[in-house]
C-alpha cells in the first residue's frame, strides 16, 4: 500500500496511512471490484475499527485488494442491527478511533442503513467525512441518455399497488428526471403502474447490473419497456430512470385564472412575476394581461 498523508488532516498513525479520528463512510463497487478507489483502500487498510451492511461482502472486498484484517474489530450495522450496534460504534468514535463503515454496495445512506448512524454521530458532535466512490443511481443516470442536469432520486416504490401509484402520483410532476431501485420480481409491476400514473409515452431506461458481466441498459417509452418486461423473467440489480414530464403549455384561460387570484393579495407588478414564473410564460406577455384586468 502507499505511503502518503491524509487530505482530511492528521489523526492516527498506522502502519499504512494516517486516518483521522471519526466516522469515515466508505463508497463499495456495485459489481466491478476494481471500482473501489484508491482513497477507499487507503481508509479500509488504516481504519482501527471497521463496520459493515454486510461482513462477508466487506472481508472478500478486502482480500481482492491485499488488504489484511490483522486482527482489527469488524462490527456488523444494518437494518437490524438496533440501537445496541448503534451505540457501539459511536461510543468507538467518541474514544477517538478512526471507524469506516462500508456499505453492502455503492454509496453509504443511498438505500443503505448508514443513515441512521450518520445522523447519530451528526447529532453527537462527531467528526464525520467520506470517501466517495460507486453509487448505481448515478451510474444509471449516466448511461440511460436522459436528461442529468436535475434529477431526483426516490428509492424504491411500495409494494402494494394502491400505496405505489400514490407514491407515482407524487413524483408525476415533478421537473426532474427520476431515479429508482426496484427488485426483478417487481419490475412488470411498477412499469405497468407508471404507464398509468406517468404517462405512456415518457422516456426511461431500464438498466441492469450495472458494472457486471451482463450488464443491460433498456431504453424507450415506457409503454414500450412495460411491454418488454411484461413476460419477461428479470434477474440482478435493477436501476429504473423516467424522464421528466413535458412541459405543459398555458393557455390564456389558466393565466387569467391564476392572475385573478395572485391580485387578490399582490400589486400587478408581483403577481404578473408569481404567474408568469410558476406557469411558465413571459413575464412581459403576463403583466400586460394583469395590467388590461386592471384596467377593466
Known sequence: MRQTSDAAGSGQKTGLRTIPPGLHFVATPIGAARDITLRALDVLSGADVLVAEDTRTLRHL???HGIALGGRIVISYHDHSGAGALSRVLSLVAEGKSVAYASE?????????????????????????????????ICALTVSGLPSDRFLFAGFAPTAKGARREFLAGLAAVPATLILYESPKRLSALLADMVVV??????????????????????????????????????????????????VVATEAAIHAAL?????????????????????VSRKIVYQIAVDRRQE
Open 260 to 280: 385573478e387570484t395572485a391580485m387578490q393579495s399582490m400589486s400587478v407588478k408581483d403577481a404578473a412575476t408569481f404567474v408568469s414564473q410558476t406557469l411558465n
Open 198 to 247: 406517468l404517462g405512456r409515452d415518457r422516456q426511461a431506461a431500464i438498466c441492469r447490473e450495472l458494472t457486471k458481466r451482463y450488464e443491460e441498459v433498456t431504453r424507450g417509452t415506457l409503454s414500450d419497456l412495460a411491454a418488454g418486461y411484461s413476460e419477461r423473467d428479470v434477474k440482478g440489480e435493477l436501476v429504473v430512470v423516467v424522464d421528466r414530464a413535458a412541459p
Open 105 to 137: 454496495a455503492g454509496t453509504p445512506l443511498i438505500s443503505d442503513p448508514g443513515f441512521e448512524l450518520a445522523r447519530a454521530a451528526a447529532a453527537a458532535g462527531l467528526p464525520i467525512t467520506a470517501a466517495p466512490g460507486p453509487c448505481a443511481a
Open 62 to 64: 478486502m482480500e481482492i
